[in-house]
């Protein structure tokens, strides 16, 4: 289910013009009457582009030409995205897992992982570990309980050097789980994971990634790392009617960036 583990319209300006000349003609006023005609003129003139303004800023997208259209800004979707708002998509299969930019603390000692806290998203849950299934492929934390998080205690344990790797279900039967809200975070939140030993380790996310479960980025994820990393897993995309499944995982990328005991612990 999760993949094997190993514009604006600018103001015109136009050229400065020099003083109409007076037309000669017969005495009797000629002159002032063509001063008057042309008065008359430029008024009309005046009148006549304001209206048009006036059409265009009311309707901008009936006198749009190509070359302006063409300006505008297209969403492009990110590889490995900062989540909340923007869209998300798969990275290339070479790049490595996003980091943010707080600095690593140092790895800690195994510990099994008991909690995993997540403020942006109300998560608050507990954490039992899952192992493989028949095909290889990481068990899913017990469908009976949607507050449930999965560890894989085939890796890394929360706070330990490596990619420690979490999974939740998006949704039940019957309710969303506890992972419904994954793609929300952003880049930057916090996640906490409370241990036996009685820390807690702190990570900061870095990434979040939609990839497809047929082209799984299964180094990404799981691939050996020198400081203490977390990855949590859920499912996202479309809903597969026939398999019953969702297409794709959506997937946070996380460094532990510090440390301290847990609640009521000394």
């Known amino acids: 289910m999760y993949g094997p583990p190993p514009q604006f319209f600018q103001p015109v300006i136009l050229p400065q013009q020099e003083p109409w000349p007076e037309a000669e003609g017969p005495s009797g006023g000629g002159p ?3 001063r008057g005609t042309l008065l008359v003129a430029a008024v009309a003139g005046v009148v006549t582009i304001v209206f048009g303004l006036v059409l265009i800023l ?29 869209p998300l998509s798969q990275a ?14 140092a790895p800690m000692l195994p510990s099994t992982p008991k909690r995993l806290i997540i403020p942006r998203l ?44 979490m999974l ?38 870095g990434g979040v990634e939609q990839a497809n479960k047929q082209t799984f980025p299964t180094d990404r994820v799981y691939g050996p790392r020198d400081d203490a ?21 959506i997937i946070v990328y996380a460094l532990m960036t510090g440390t301290r005991p847990a609640v009521g612990k000394s």
Request: glycine content about 12%; charged content about 20%; overall charge negative.
């Open 92 to 105: 290339d299969p070479t790049a490595p897992p996003p980091r943010p930019a707080d600095a690593a603390a």
């Open 229 to 249: 990393e977390l990855r949590l897993i859920t499912c996202g995309g479309t809903y597969n009617q026939t398999t019953g499944h969702y297409v794709d995982n």
């Open 168 to 205: 939740g279900h998006k949704d039940t039967v019957t309710r969303s789980a506890v992972f419904t809200r994954l793609h929300e975070i952003r880049n930057g939140d916090k996640i906490e994971v409370v241990r036996l030993d009685g820390t807690t380790a702190i990570f900061t996310v």
């Open 32 to 34: 002032a009457v063509l």
């Open 122 to 165: 109300g998560v608050n849950a507990p954490v039992e570990s899952v192992g493989t299934d028949k095909s290889g492929a990481i068990e899913t934390p017990s469908i009976n309980d949607s507050n449930l998080v999965g560890w894989y205690r085939g890796g890394p344990t929360a706070g330990e050097a490596g990619p420690a790797v």
């Open 58 to 86: 009311r309707s901008p997208e009936e006198y749009e030409s190509p070359a302006r259209s063409a300006l505008k800004v297209q969403a492009l979707a990110p590889t490995v995205g900062p989540g909340g708002a923007a």
